[in-house]
């Protein structure tokens, strides 16, 4: 497989990549932010000592010239999930990004896009996770979350009504300065 990485200079100084590989099964070029934004829940549902995380990583997709923009979500957790107590959260939630209190709806597309199945050039955290979602997002709104001060993400079931009780998921892993580099790539300006 063809990997190229791409470092852009941000402001400090300081470098991030952003890779570009093409995916050899459906011929298309995808362009991933180096690090994700990863969040997790302060207090974990099933144990005191572990946490439950949600990591978002940028990825552009290029199929010959048309190009979709997503955030690939991973919903993990620190946690053994294989024995009979093992947490049954359905992979299809809703998922919530608030940029300085800006909600932004994630939704997830109903097929996973088949050129987004190298987990590991995806930041996957591993056998960990307990959901894999490509949520399609614009330019502008990852713009908005780059420059934006504050980030959370708030989960619930698709089923529960929008005043139920949400799991709030804080900044735990900044990775703002590769998604700036990210969008220096695929959408400047």
Do not use: C
Request: no cysteine; charged share 25%.
């Amino acid at each position: 497989m063809l990997l190229l990485a791409y470092p852009v200079p941000l402001l400090g100084g300081t470098k991030h990549a952003a890779n570009e590989y093409l995916d050899e099964n459906t011929g298309a070029t995808v362009t991933v932010a180096a690090t994700p934004l990863i969040f997790a829940l302060k207090q974990s549902i099933l144990a005191a000592n572990s946490r439950d995380y949600v990591s978002l990583t940028a990825v552009e997709v290029d199929r010959s010239g048309q190009q979709s923009v997503y955030l690939v979500g991973y919903i993990w957790s620190t946690i053994d999930r294989r024995g009979p107590g093992k947490d049954l959260r359905k992979p299809r939630q809703y998922v919530e990004l608030l940029a300085d209190a800006r909600p932004i709806a994630l939704k997830a597309d109903a097929d996973y896009p088949a050129d987004l199945t190298d987990d590991a050039r995806l930041s996957s955290p591993g056998k960990k996770y307990l959901a894999r979602l490509a949520f399609p997002v614009t330019l502008e709104e990852l713009r908005y979350v780059t420059d934006s001060r504050s980030l959370l993400v708030r989960m619930r079931d698709e089923s529960a009504e929008e005043g139920d009780d949400a799991d709030v998921y804080t900044l735990w892993q900044d990775g703002r300065e590769s998604l700036r580099a990210f969008m220096g790539l695929i959408g400047p300006g």
